[in-house]
């Protein structure tokens, strides 16, 4: 039986990557090292890992710095948090605004290169609410 399920991001630098998610999103490291952090949120039990991709446990030809991955974290309001990620300079990737498919969020981009998807749900339009199973 499944017990957990979480991603492990690659990032060159594990400590800044690290940061990144415990200063803008409050999540806490459960354990640490120099090449690997595992991060929950104390709110939600939301968990995701930060990983030297040269650390010696990765096979071989993998070793590279996550791309191609969006994490996503759902929040009560995303404009307050855009509004502090951009004083914060964190760097934008898409700017604030609302998704017919009933969300609106902003995408930054952490210190690995990783792309965070800040969202807060908001009423779908009647053409994507039919899309969205009732029993979920």
Do not use: K
Not at 18 to 28: I, K, L, M, Q
Not at 39 to 61: C, K, N, Q, V, Y
Not at 114 to 136: K, N
């Amino acid at each position: 039986m499944l017990r957990s399920s979480y991603p492990v991001l690659c990032a060159g630098d594990v400590a800044a990557s690290a940061e990144f998610y415990r200063e803008h999103f409050g999540f806490e490291a459960t354990f640490e090292s120099d090449w690997y952090v595992s991060l929950r949120h104390p709110a939600t039990s939301s968990e995701l890992a930060i990983l030297d991709p040269t650390h010696e446990s990765m096979p071989a030809g993998y070793g590279t710095v996550a791309r191609g991955v969006l994490v996503n974290l759902e929040l009560d309001d995303v404009d307050a948090v855009a509004a502090r990620l951009e004083a914060a300079g964190v760097p934008v990737v898409q700017s604030l605004r609302s998704e017919p498919f009933g969300q609106r969020h902003i995408i930054v981009r952490d210190p690995g290169g990783v792309l965070v998807d800040v969202i807060t749900e908001i009423a779908p339009s009647p053409e994507f609410l039919a899309a969205f199973r009732r029993d979920a």
